[in-house]
């Protein structure tokens, strides 16, 4: 593999038990946090843990629908594309997600 190469690496997270539909955790791989969100039986996404604003823990706002509202500033994404809602102009990096034997992966860029 070239020195330039990455690799996706599969990080276990989380069970499925530990998520229900339609609620949040916030999980930590290293020193990264990252945001599941369950917001159907079949779809987990996986998303930076912190507000782009201030770092605040997005886990701890409030999810309406698809809509998290930030605990700190009010700051509002659309968390079935990451995009903010309020301001319209952020975004939440998004990370890969899959299931497998009841167990969420998390694919974390490893160079």
Not at 54 to 78: I, P, R, Y
Not at 91 to 110: E, T, Y
Request: proline share 4%.
């Amino acid at each position: 593999m070239p020195a330039s190469a990455v690799a996706l690496e599969w990080i276990a997270v989380a069970s499925l038990d530990d998520l229900w539909v339609r609620e949040m955790i916030n999980v930590q791989v290293g020193d990264e946090h990252i945001l599941l969100v369950r917001l159907t039986n079949d779809d987990i996404r996986a998303y930076q843990g912190q507000c782009p604003h201030q770092k605040s823990l997005l886990a701890d706002g409030e999810l309406d629908g698809h809509t998290l509202t930030c605990a700190a500033h009010m700051w509002q994404f659309n968390l079935s594309t990451g995009k903010g809602v309020n301001p319209e102009g952020c975004h939440l990096k998004r990370h890969p997600s899959k299931v497998q034997d009841s167990i969420i992966f998390v694919g974390m860029i490893r160079a």
